[in-house]
């Protein structure tokens, strides 16, 4: 380009009868929050891809539930039922008669587990979070290590520990260690949330008279709420999901079955009933649904506004 | 009789000691502040009379009573927190009431006492709200609030209004005086900020590094402050010192060499600092723009004019920074030489160990 092409061209950028005036609305947005539409799409595709990953499972699950059994081995496979039919949801009750027993198995002893692991764990926490005492460093790096060891491998040890206790094929029997095992993660949770309330408000209770009971009852608690109710559905998720386990080992009794162990009804000796089981663990897994519902109403953030300047 | 006595009193905090011996009596309605720079150790002499420090070596008397292993509640004291402290999910009624709810007092009391602090604090349509409702001030005055219903021989105040913006902390400060006047109760109070000690203050007690520098009424600092610390602590902008050393010390006069300053002779009846490296110590408020005294002539590096007043910053011939503050609007511009005295009178010696000479 010449330099007389390249003044001219700059002279008509500059001059204003040739600048557009630019009708074009302006987005409310912060300029940090705007995007281009392909950075959209991008983010929408890979939000799509992620979901698709996790729930794939669910998916298929869910459409062999909806499949009569012959469709099921029909080929070619198809993954969109032809047939749409709850029916296997009604008929897994009386091919399974104690489905009903196992779900509410299931149920009580993630239920129990919680309730335990949270009047444990709320004094600990609050423990570790306020009192300096010689061994918390090492108590709390021990529950730490704990928690690197999987329950499977302290199956044998906890299988004779619980046979010289007489637990073997109780509730107790996957009721205990469910609690053993979600206590020591739980009071790391705790303890964080609680180091958070701000120490003024124990020092000013404390200056007014308060027991350290008073305050822990009539201060502390409700402020870490929200930090309960997280430990309280982790533990419930944790203890519903690690029935599997110690069910298989230290019960066989049917009666105190959770579903986990309970499914096995549906593989007969000849075929497996696929959609019923996946219809039951569908069923299965409403109660934890509805528990978490019921409990995130509580998970309340921004509790603490107001306590202390910051 | 002193209604709070602190005697040799210690703190340390493993190898570190914060409280090196302090020895203090504060009499019944006085209102003390506890001032000095951070980490000089006032909170935590503060928090010691609190009981929420426990005392390392010392007494600490509240009523001619040891108190040393008494919990707070029962040495009569309440303590109103830096950071409010407020509960978060009680109402401002109940945090008022908090503590007479831990006594257990029946609710008509409850009801009596906390409106009468309300009404006190102008607080009471504000009772059914959360603190996270309120404004900074407020706040303020519901923590205050709940230490009034106890009715405390002693409050403590932990750089109460620290937290206020400059506007509210002027205003909040007037409250607390009208507060100390009406209820008459000792009040002891902690900060870092001189004016309000210097507003505030019966009795203010100047902390350097864990000792008293000085006790003594706001005045008597400003006038005759003991030592360099609390000469340049007390008073904004900061006191000026000049470096010299004595010639001559005669018993009626001393002579000093200020270097490329000249010599000024004051009246001093001492002659143990004959031949002493000495501090000569001028406030910026005491400097004249006329040729009267011992006059410094130097060059403004930097003009502040604030309508009432009129600061210069400039450096001495020596190194030293130089504040000078004059009333009104004077015609000083930066860059600019200008001849600024003072008057004999006006002038702090301080010896070799930073001692005051009078």
Redesign the interface.
Known sequence: MTDVARSTEIAAADSPATVKPKTKVRSAKPMIDRYKWYEIAALYAGIAVFLFFVLAPFIEGFLVSLKPLAQLFSRPYSFIPRVWSFEAYVSMWTSVPALGLHIFNSFFISSVVTLIVIAVVVPAAYAFARFNFTGAGLLLAGFLAVNMFSGAVLLIPLFRLMRAMGLLNTYWAMIVPGAAFLIPSSIWLLRTYMLRIPRELDEAAWVDGASRLYTLRRVILPLAMPGIVVVAIMTFIGAYAQQFIFALTFNSKTEFMPLPIGLFAFFGKQEVIWNELMAASFVGILPVMIVIVFLQRYLVAGLTAGAVKQ | MSQLSLKRLEKSFNEARIIKGIDLDVSEGEFVVFVGPSGCGKSTLLRMI???EDVTAGEIEIGGKTVNDL???QRG???V?Q???????MSVYENIA??L???KLPQAEVDARVGAAAKVLQLESRLQH?????S?GQ?QRVAIG?AIV?QPKIFLFDEPLS?LDAALRSEMRIELMELHKRLGSTMIYVTHDQVEAMTMADKIVVLDAGTIAQVGSPLDLYHRPDNLFVAGFIGSPKMNFINGRVKSADGTTVTIDLGSLGTIALPRAITEVAGQDVTLGIRPEHMRLDDGGFVIETTPNIVEQLGIHTITYSTLSSGEPFIGLFEGNPDLVESKSVRMGFALEQAHLFDARGLAVY
């Open positions: 609190a009981g929420l919990p707070p509640v004291i309440a303590m927190f950071s409010y402290a407020l509960y978060p999910h908090f503590p709810r831990v006594e959360r603190p996270g409702q309120l900074g706040r709940r106890r937290n």
